[in-house]
């Protein structure tokens, strides 16, 4: 592959630069002193593939990457669609026909990939003007909720304006709208949280009715079960 642009990538938080080099990261702050080229990068990250189910497949750089948020990508009707992008790009990974964003924070390495495996990338319209999604393209800035064979796209907003979480059959794609561990859960904490809190009611009542089996998190596969009781305490007490 060709890169038709310098690209470069934050060490600390993993964020991509395309065709600029500041002087600190646009997302953590880190300095450039903590960059790498994309082409360094792949040479030192891979991206791993682990089962989620089935169907779902979480990926990540190898080893850890920043701050990165896992993605994961869903085969259904004979295509392939990723949920969030990793920061690494590895052209040893099987193709996607699409990828398509939770939020605008981390768009990992999807200008490599879209233009590698000319795949479509999607994100909701209010994320997509934002300073931190500069030097990327966006094929769809989708402003309604959508299915698309079974995967099932919720704009809610919080902590993002675009932010958009996904339902495909038994599986919740959430990434970071809120954070996971054994021992509690809290709202994301950077972002407008009044806001936050308010839509996390809209994910409440689209998840009622439904038989769900796993959570697919920035960082964690959680079982539904534990997570949900713990995101109705969340509700409960914010």
């Avoid at 593939?49 to 190898?62: G, P």
């Avoid at 948020?69 to 004979?78: F, P, S």
């Avoid at 809209?202 to 079960?225: H, M, P, S, W």
Wanted: charge should be neutral; proline fraction near 3%.
């Amino acid at each position: 592959m060709v890169v038709k642009e310098k690209q470069y990538v934050c060490t600390v938080c993993g964020y991509n630069m395309v065709d600029y080099y500041p002087e600190h990261c646009p997302f953590c702050g880190a300095s450039k002193g903590k960059f790498i080229t994309s082409e360094e990068c792949s040479s030192r990250f891979r991206v791993e593939s682990i089962s989620v189910n089935e169907k779902i497949t979480r990926l990540n750089s190898v080893p850890a990457l920043g701050l990165e948020h896992a993605a994961y990508r869903i085969e259904t009707n004979g295509k392939a669609f990723w949920i969030d992008c990793p920061s690494c790009f590895d052209k040893n990974l099987k193709t996607m026909d699409a990828i398509t964003f939770t939020h605008h924070h981390f768009l990992g390495a999807s200008n490599l990939y879209r233009d590698f495996f000319n795949s479509q990338v999607r994100i909701h319209q209010l994320d997509s003007h934002h300073n931190i999604c500069r030097g990327f393209t966006f094929d769809v800035t989708f402003q309604e909720n959508f299915t698309e064979l079974g995967i099932e796209a919720y704009h809610i907003g919080g902590h993002t304006p675009g932010f958009t979480f996904y339902l495909f059959e038994d599986v919740l794609l959430i990434c970071d709208y809120v954070f996971f561990k054994e021992t509690g859960m809290r709202f994301n904490p950077f972002g407008p949280q009044e806001e936050t809190r308010k839509c996390a009611d809209i994910i409440d009542e689209v998840l009622k009715g439904r038989n769900i089996q796993k959570v697919c998190g920035f960082n964690y596969v959680a079982d539904y079960t534990k997570w949900k009781k713990k995101f109705n305490y969340l509700l409960n007490m914010a």
